[in-house]
């Protein structure tokens, strides 16, 4: 079964396409400056082999309290994800005319949206609920819905799979660290509790990203600096984070910088692990213990020196990291703990394409059932 992945920005256009027997990516590619998905999709079919393609699938970021597993687009769900765009402004709307676009062009092939928050279905009460008026969140949907969940699924099975443990015998810290940055308790495969909250603001240091503050900030500034909504979100999304604190928003640069003899990119350095220890210390605490640490993404997967900066105080915890192991080349997954350590620290690739294409696989196949037994 082969699955087009169409991953539609506000910008830019992301597609793959897999195989999803033999998990290989048969062909892909980035379109950027896009104006137009309807045309920026065209000049990708191009290159496509449609009569090919089994399935399209489109990760959307946000499904609300309504999705909580992949599904098979239709008209009133298409409608429904747009109107979830009220909770992602930034992110549902271009997932929409992505999904607008390719359901025009390939009308016979089965689309299917799979979500980020869906992973994240399975949080408890008490970790989903911000202790606010009751009446008011449930008016506005103010929850915790939690994201990079497609990343969550695939490496906390890839990871059992390393440890040659079944997944849900497994108490894990799921790390994913990139430009966005969060983290997850995740309790035999199912999410108990994750740092980003209503939106994907909450949570750790990202690269432009504050993460936690205290809620008081904004009234504050709004006071005493007259910051309107737009200048608050401007701050907090787009120039907090490494950025705001280092003067770079990639932990690359930031580390060179700090290497260099800079005080800042030093300082956003340590905010950064301090955040990161943090939530470790909290989720095995949530846990009840901790078998498994993982990094994933693109500072979770390539930077040995925040991976070694954040477990370095946790040894109380059973967490700790082999030096050699941990500096070894980037590659496939891997134990970097010390043999026989009581927590097992792991760097797992992400694969969201690979993740996308399977959650699409499960639909279609049982469409096809379904079709089969003439049930519609």
């Known amino acids: 079964m082969r699955i087009f992945v169409v ?97 025009a062009a390939l009308p016979e092939v089965p689309h299917v949206a799979v979500f980020d928050t869906a992973f994240h279905a399975t949080l408890p009460p008490d970790a989903y609920t911000y202790a606010i008026e009751r009446g008011v969140a449930q008016r506005y949907g103010v929850r915790r819905y939690g ?66 503050v205290d809620p008081a900030l904004l009234m504050h500034l709004h006071r005493v600096g007259g910051f309107d909504v737009q200048q608050l979100d401007d701050l907090l999304n787009r120039r907090s984070g490494l950025l705001g604190l280092g003067g770079h928003g990639d932990m690359r640069d930031l580390l060179a910088a700090a290497g260099a003899g800079d005080a800042d990119a030093a300082l956003a350095i340590e905010v950064y692990v301090h955040r990161l220890r943090r939530y470790i210390g909290a989720y095995a605490a949530e846990l009840g213990g901790l078998d498994a640490l993982v990094f994933t993404a693109g500072v979770g997967e390539n930077s040995a020196v925040i991976r070694a ?47 996308i294409a399977d959650e699409v696989a499960v639909v279609v196949r049982a469409d096809l059932r379904r079709d089969r037994l003439g049930l519609g």
């Open 7 to 103: 991953n539609a920005g506000s910008s830019s256009l992301k597609w793959e396409v897999r195989d999803v027997g033999r998990r290989t990516s048969v062909a892909g590619g980035l379109v950027e400056r896009v104006t137009d998905s309807a045309a920026a999709l065209g000049a990708v079919l191009a290159e496509v082999d449609v009569a090919s393609i089994d399935g399209v699938g489109h990760p959307i970021v946000h499904g609300g309290p309504v999705y909580t597993t992949a599904v098979r687009i239709d008209d009133e769900v298409e409608a429904e994800i747009d109107r979830l765009s009220e909770l992602a402004p930034l992110h549902n709307p271009p997932g929409v005319a992505g999904i607008r676009a390719a359901r």
């Open 309 to 355: 900066r954040a477990v370095e105080r946790l040894g109380f915890l059973g967490i700790s990291v082999d030096p050699a192991r941990n500096e070894a080349p980037p590659g496939d997954a891997r134990i970097i703990s010390p043999d026989g350590a009581p927590v097992a620290v792991l760097v797992v690739p992400t694969d969201e394409e690979q993740q």
């Open 147 to 212: 994201f990079h969940g497609t990343s969550y699924r695939y490496v906390s099975r890839r990871a059992a799979e390393v440890l040659g443990r079944p997944l849900e015998s497994l108490r894990m810290i799921v790390l994913h660290l990139g430009n966005g940055a969060s983290a997850a308790a995740i309790d035999g495969g199912r999410s108990v509790d994750t740092s980003m909250g209503l939106t994907p603001l909450e949570g750790l240091v990202m690269g432009t990203r504050s993460g936690d």
